[in-house]
């Protein structure tokens, strides 16, 4: 049998095994986990070392060593961050619904654990431990498949990860690491119904898209994002352009970072230019159409190509529009549902975007940037779902779980 | 452009019109498609005799025959159908969540539409009228895809329903039928991600597996149950019956029936000659292992295959266990995780069974066939889901719908 199926087979059997544990089991395995990784520390700078050599090799671009580059303090974050899933509630058991229907079935909603989660991700290794704690602590298994430039370093730290397990109650079974680096055991993962319950994505759009197309295993799609900023007339320039400029240069390389800014005509005539000069000092470069070129000269020109490109670099379309209308358009064509923004004084500008615009998350006077598990309170997240099934928007802990129906009767047949 | 492309492009246009409306406007749609129905009774039969003419031509079986064929009485139960679902509560808008953070932001996570649903059934006419209602009541598109077997009747009702949608506030547009009846048209639906926001399949097994196979836009996989029930060592007899007797019987020919059989040895060697003679005198053939056959000479002998077959037919099998466990073994190896249920008067044989038993309905003294939208109380039924994710179980209106994240500030940015 194959790596992939054989793993996820133990996980599943594992799985059985996890659900029955309690919180307390789990969090204590959580928090062995956290203490293994500091322990495996040497080790797991050593494999590291061996990882960036390869990459250094393969002539890897710096932007990715440094995502894949692991130091004592990152390994310390990262056995911080298990800690912390430890202190967040777990949702497994929580009853949803309670009914009682008049022939006497009392039907319980309760929240479990998914079964078998399989990650599919680059070359991130903190994501190797982050998911493992989140799926661990929400009593499912899960199958990681990570990218060969990482995998020195995962195999280092689900072995560190699975032998602290050992001493708890959660099966070690219970984490996988698929050490195959092929496509092929992506592609054999993306077609495991009956082993894995679902599996997620985590990196660019070509991996993402990759399994969107290719999964008959349930997908919880993550990621891609086009965010717009719309300033209606009548905004206030100075949170205009602190919501507009955080929204690109806070942190250009993620999700929900703007791509467009779309600004009302009114609103552009008078600030357009010194708007434009903030983005020229945070090295933005501007794209524009002969309207906003007419504001602001030294801006490119914009393509219909471009406003349908996640930049996620130094790079912003502006748009000029006449109407809330317009604007709406736009983000309707354009955008890929997962977040946007009206800066505006309006109450009915404000009210119409935030219910009529299609994304996971819609914003009034804030920026983009918000989107995140942690900014949204939850303490943790496996990832932006950009899907409307499930889960949309940062999902935590309860994003993890399914439900059950648990009917209690006394003989009750159908009629 | 082909029809399911323009259809659904249609459809994606018109939900941006029912994402704006009020739940009064969506029922008064829903109660002018019901008197449409009525109104077009003879249309409606007329085109329905055509199907059942081509049917008979066909040679197809009478069983599927009854399925296809509409009478008033059937008409005005459809329509009644329709009315029920005004009657019911509108799940959009209700919040979900609200969070107040620290630096003020105030997050609400609301119900909204799914946006465009697309439904892929067999021959069962009331099928596009019960999803039209429930989908537009729920603010979403609806693109049906019928079987060929139905075309005529799915015609007429259509054209109906749109006639009466277009003196309401909800577009016509929000309800699209293909007509072309030839596979390729479902596998172009498929793969529509972009346009349509989830596929959901009704039908018999090799239609959903056709769908989650094949599929790239999101699914909602319903129907396939494998369900068991079974009867532990000192459960009352009379109970235990009466249950394992209207799992199998009452009707047969659905997903939430018994196909298993799981019997106590202790419980076997009192009780199954007679519950066999019960079975018998109601038609049903029982299959079972050496074991069983030496209780109930008269029954086959069963295989591997057969536990792993869905009947929805008046067979059944039959196997004596020697502990609960064993039973939670078998239920394993062998259930589709739909409706499974134990008959005891153990308080923790029935907890371990509710808690163990991997399935959307683990009942505990009742049959698996109250697994139902209506039996459960939800006033409707889309499907049962099968699948973990999004919703599990009989769905009702709420699994029509997705969420949002609606985000208000006063210039908050990201430090």
Redesign the interface.
Known sequence: MSEVKTKAGLAQDAA?TL??LSTEQKNEALLRMADALIAAEADILAANEEDLRRGRENGTAPSMLDRLKLTPERIADIAQGLREVVALPDPVGDELEH?E?PNG?R?QKIR?P??VIGIVYESRPNVTVDAAGLCLKTGNSVVLRGGSAAISSNKTIVEALRKALADTAVPPEALQLIEDTNRASVDEMLKL?GLL??VIPRGGASLIQNV??NA?V????TGAGICHTYIDAGA?AA?AE??A??AKV?RPSVCNSMETLLVHREFAEAHLAALAESFKSSSVELRGDDRVRKLVPWANAVTEQDFATEYNDYILNVKIVDRLDEALEHI?KYGTKHSECIVTETPEH?ERF???V??????????T???DGF???FGAEIGIST????A???MGLPALT?????????????K
Chains 1, 2 share one sequence.
Do not use: C, W
């Open positions: 059985a659900n029955k009914i229907r079935l039907i479990v998914l079964g119904n319950d679902v969107v197309q008959t349930p997908v919880i799609e206030k949170m602190a919501i400029l955080n806070q309707r404000a935030l219910q009529e299609d994304a996971a998350a819609v914003y009034h006077n804030a920026s940037r918000f989107t900014e949204f309170g899907q409307k099934l499930h949309r928007g940062p399914s439900t059950k129906f648990k009917i209690v009767g006394s003989g009750q047949i159908r």
